[in-house]
């Protein structure tokens, strides 16, 4: 299956500045979202940003936050994004627009990002991991959330992977923006 920008948003799950020090390879799972954030906003790919709790684990982390330019980030006590009633009504309201697809990322994979993975399953969309841009704590419980979101339905990429996916030809201004953000 091809995954197609008109059909697709971008669902980046709290990755906030008191939460992402404890995870594990922060700093490269900080640099490649910002990467995927970056290009999402060049190919013109909607990006919904969440945070679970802002009061105790702040804002989403500065780095990221100067990539969602004007996006909004919806507050969360759920741990699925599905399980907040704003944030489901958006995605219906994004799913009768014809989205089909969630490109997925964020913290903490096994848990925040597998359950909206799943939830997310469940009305009608087909996530997609971006396996590179996610973390947890531990090495294991990552490794754990990415088989059991297999075993969900769930697609696996990476953030370079979709990118190109998305962008679908070379030599358009797209690509070279693109390419720029990957080297």
Do not use: W
């Not at 697809?101 to 971006?130: K, M, Y």
């Not at 297999?150 to 697609?155: A, C, D, M, R, T």
């Amino acid at each position: 299956m091809r995954i197609k920008k008109e059909e697709t948003v971008a669902l980046f799950v709290d990755l906030q500045e008191r939460l992402l020090p404890v995870i594990d390879q922060r700093e490269e799972i900080v640099k490649r979202n910002v990467m995927l954030s970056e290009g999402l906003k060049i190919l013109g790919v909607s990006r919904v940003f969440l945070h679970q709790y802002p009061k105790g684990l702040g804002e989403i982390a500065p780095e990221i936050k100067e990539t969602a330019g004007d996006c909004v980030p919806f507050d969360k006590s759920s741990f699925s994004a599905m399980g907040d009633d704003a944030i489901a009504a958006e995605f219906e309201r994004l799913r009768v627009g014809g989205v089909k697809n969630v490109i997925v990322t964020g913290v903490e994979a096994h848990i925040c990002v597998l359950q909206s993975c799943i939830d997310l399953v469940a009305a009608g969309f087909q996530p997609v991991l971006v396996t590179d841009c996610i973390g947890s704590r531990t090495s294991l419980d990552k490794e754990i959330g990415i088989h059991r979101a297999v075993q969900e339905s769930v697609l696996l990429t990476t953030a370079e992977a979709i990118l190109f996916e998305l962008c679908v030809e070379a030599g358009t201004d797209q690509f070279k923006a693109i390419s720029k953000l990957i080297k």
